[in-house]
């Protein structure tokens, strides 16, 4: 599509390249227009039509939302600025630096300042940080005809009108009202009669992460947002609760590599910037991973005695951090998603023990037939039954502790405060490690007889 953009701008047939614009989807437009350099973004982006310029920059990435604003003289800049929802408009301001922020204010009406001001004052991460105001509020005495009225009046200035909020004069929720139910009711019926009055709200303090959960849990399309004295303050759109999962999927995964989380994309992030988010965690790890070390260094003399043990330390290891990895990976996604609590511990501790025990029978199974197939019989390895013993039985114990381990750890970081994602497959990685090699050393001291 680019090279399409590019052959009729160099041609200077802006008219059909309007019209291509016309046919594409915002958030197609965006992608594209992010693939030409900055000296050619404005003038792509003064081509747009009109009904369609506010939802392309809405979809832009930052810098290039920057790199416009900087661009756009004052008449323009007002344009845009009025043509975006609030919560839009927040969600940009928040990103722009203090000079474009101060711009961005002075361009726009007092009252929606006023609102803007309002919403930036919220919490970052609270309902109110990505509420809009911009919802169809409608009188429980009102007729279905004269709330359609209303609808038909104010709802192209409102982010959603498929859902109706009823309010008294004092703003205080009251129930909601669809406008299918108003469809296929008759014009004379009372809005009091056809609204629903259990209302699933949230509050403006409230976590935006569960906030997104109740939108998920419930199928809603928005989530009225109260304040303490329960007066409608604003909604939630499903699009901004999409937006809210991505961020918090993204952030876990970020934390369950050792990343420290960033706001750009990968290849708009800068090289200083991506050893900032990976340098802490590694150094962390380094460090940890020294427990290992003394662990070796204990062992050291007694290990010249068999040396054919070190061989199965790399294995040993590995299986007891990916085992380890694997519970931590399930139980954080479960208490993301609110399946399990601390009070679900034992329950969760009971059950991985069968699963560590169906899993650790398997694979020491299958380490004794690879011993005695692969590493004697075609590799030629001197490993006695006994030698052959001490490893399986290792990695029986192994798995079981790693299981453990990794099914408690996040459980109980959750509890004290601790993001569970910290707990991921690198830290929990390095406790098994230890955990495996003293495990490896006190079985094989109990089998072949050396003091450890």
Do not use: H
Not at 172 to 183: D, F, Q, Y
Not at 196 to 221: G, H, M, Q, S
Not at 269 to 282: D, E, G, I, Y
């Amino acid at each position: 599509m680019s090279e399409k953009i590019t052959e009729l701008l160099e041609a200077k047939k802006i008219a059909e390249l309007r019209a291509l614009f016309a046919e594409m989807e915002p958030a197609d437009i965006a992608a594209a227009l992010e693939e030409f350099d900055d000296e050619k973004l404005p003038v792509l982006y003064r081509i747009l039509p009109k009904d369609v310029a506010a939802d392309v920059f809405v979809e832009m990435d930052g810098e290039e939302q920057e790199y416009l604003i900087k661009s756009f003289n004052d008449r323009e800049l007002r344009e845009v600025v009025n043509e975006l929802y609030l919560d839009d408009a927040v969600d940009i301001i928040e990103e722009m630096p203090a000079t474009v922020v101060k711009r961005i204010l002075a361009n726009t009406n007092a009252q929606d300042r006023k609102i803007i001001n309002e919403l930036l004052n919220y919490p970052k991460d609270s309902a109110g940080s990505i509420m809009t105001t911009e919802y169809v509020d409608l009188k429980s005495g009102m007729t279905v005809g004269e709330a359609l009225e209303r609808i038909r009046k104010t709802g192209v200035d409102k982010e959603t009108v498929y859902t109706c909020y009823v309010t008294d004069n004092k703003r205080k929720l009251k129930g909601i009202a669809t406008v299918k139910e108003m469809i296929l009711s008759g014009n004379d019926a009372k809005i009091e009669d056809i609204m629903d009055t259990n209302v699933i709200f949230c509050t403006t303090t409230e976590d935006k992460e569960e906030v997104a959960d109740k939108i998920k849990k419930y199928d809603f399309l928005a989530l009225p947002v109260v304040d303490k004295e329960n007066r409608l303050v604003g909604i939630v759109t499903v699009d901004d609760a999409i937006d809210v999962m991505v961020e918090e999927a993204t952030e876990d995964i970020e934390k369950m590599a050792a990343v420290l989380p960033t706001d750009k994309s990968y290849l708009k992030t800068s090289v200083f910037s991506l050893w900032k988010a990976r340098a802490p965690w590694q150094l962390l790890l380094m460090i940890s991973a020294t427990f290992t070390g003394m662990v070796l260094n204990t062992f050291e003399d007694r290990l010249t005695a068999f040396p054919v043990l070190i061989s199965f330390i790399p294995m040993l290891m590995d299986t007891g951090g990916n085992t380890g990895s694997q519970a931590a990976v399930t139980i954080i996604r479960s208490l993301s998603l609110g399946e399990i609590e601390f009070s679900d511990i034992l329950k969760v501790i009971w059950k991985e023990i069968r699963v560590s025990v169906l899993c650790g029978a398997m694979l020491a199974v299958a380490c004794f037939i690879k011993i005695q197939v692969v590493d004697v019989l075609i590799m030629g390895a001197n490993v006695n039954l006994i030698s052959c013993a001490v490893v399986c039985v290792t990695l029986f114990v192994t798995v079981f502790c790693a299981k453990l381990v990794g099914c408690t750890l996040p459980i109980l970081s959750d509890k004290i405060g601790l993001d569970p994602a910290v707990m991921s497959s690198p830290f929990i990685t390095t406790i098994v490690d230890a955990i495996s090699l003293l495990i490896y050393f006190n079985v094989a001291s109990a089998f072949l007889g050396f003091n450890a």
